[in-house]
Each structure stands twice: as structure tokens, then as C-alpha cells.
Nanobody, 127 residues
């Protein structure tokens, strides 16, 4: 079982990136996935979450209106489209699989309710 996050990079303020979270060893169809980020010297925070059953999407207030989470079950991948990026979005971004039984339990942010984590991809927003 593996989750691989990729798509990070260096982007100017106001720019866009699309992160991908590719799963192997299991199918994403019935899994809830969260995106988290951790900036240097800061605690990890939840960024976005997509539920398993009805694909409901949730966002941290800091990214609402700028980020969009989606899934492509045919590609076994969850995406995080990030627009209007700000320097404060700079962080390593991780995707994680919500543990079985927790998928529809909110809040979705506690890290200990996730059982598999990707290795992270670095996003740097700077001019």
C-alpha cells in the first residue's frame, strides 16, 4: 500500500500548481483522502478533504476559494488544484488515507485518524 504525492515546485505568487496523490496497492474509489501541509517550524495542518461516499469536499479557511480537491477513480488519483498561490502556502504537502470507519466522521483534520501517508511534495511560492 502506497500513496505518492507529486506535482510540487517553485511558483510565483498568484500562480497555480496541481498536486497529485496516486495510490497503489488499493483503490481510491471508496476511500476518503486528506491533503495536509507543514511549513518549516510550524505544525502540520489540514488543507482539504474529499469524502469517500458522496465526494463531499472540505477546505481549511485559509485556502477556501483558491484550492479545489477532486478525484479521478479511473486513474486512482486525487488532485489538489491550487490557484492564486501566496507565499504563506509554502510548505511540504502530504496526502493521506483516512482510516476505515472514520471516513464520515468530522472534523476530518486529526492526523491520528489517517493510516497511510504519502512522502510529501514541496511547494515553494516566491518571487
Amino acid at each position: 500500500v502506497q500513496l505518492q504525492a507529486f506535482g510540487g515546485g517553485l511558483v510565483q505568487p498568484g500562480g497555480s500548481l496541481r498536486l497529485s496523490c496516486a495510490a497503489s496497492g488499493f483503490t481510491l474509489d471508496y476511500k476518503a483522502i486528506g491533503w495536509f501541509r507543514q511549513a518549516p517550524g510550524k505544525t502540520r495542518e489540514g488543507v482539504s478533504y474529499i469524502a469517500n461516499s458522496d465526494t463531499s469536499a472540505y477546505y481549511a479557511d485559509s485556502v477556501k476559494g483558491r484550492f479545489t480537491i477532486s478525484r479521478d477513480n479511473a486513474r486512482n488519483t486525487v488532485y489538489l488544484q491550487m490557484n492564486s498561490l501566496k507565499p504563506e502556502d509554502t510548505a511540504r504537502y502530504y496526502c493521506a488515507r483516512r482510516s476505515k470507519g472514520w471516513e464520515m466522521i468530522y472534523p476530518w483534520t486529526p492526523s491520528n485518524t489517517y493510516d497511510f501517508w504519502g512522502q510529501g511534495t514541496l511547494v515553494t511560492v516566491s518571487s
